[in-house]
């Protein structure tokens, strides 16, 4: 199946927009299963993430702003470039779980869109 994923809400063009794909609660965030990057153009990019299997994945993303290919956050571990998650999950003091970024692929495909915040 594949995966098309619509990344908007960057602040400015500048950068790039890096994708990571997480099959399981026991891999997110942790070791992804498919990652990805792409210039940031008109405040966001599109990734085609092509021959997965159906199931389940949760797709995290981040502006890496100053492309230094890294999620900069500050002294207290809070990331200061915007990110996102599938279905837009917001985390409580942190990332969102596994269960609530989870989206269902079916072996026909699926487009999704993930804001930036």
Do not use: C, W
């Amino acid at each position: 199946a594949d995966l098309s994923i619509k990344v908007d809400g960057a602040r400015g063009d500048g950068g790039a927009v890096r994708v990571a794909l997480f099959d399981s609660a026991d891999r997110f965030l942790k070791r992804p299963l498919h990652s990805a990057s792409a210039p940031v153009r008109d405040g966001g990019a599109t990734f085609a993430l092509k021959d997965l299997a159906a199931g389940d994945y949760a797709v995290a993303v981040y502006h890496d702003a100053n492309d230094n290919g890294k999620l900069d956050q500050n002294m207290m571990g809070i990331p200061v470039e915007a990110t996102g998650f599938s279905n837009d999950a917001l985390g409580n003091m942190g990332p969102p779980a596994f269960e609530a970024a989870r989206i269902n692929l079916p072996s026909t495909g699926a487009a999704i869109r993930v804001t930036l915040r």
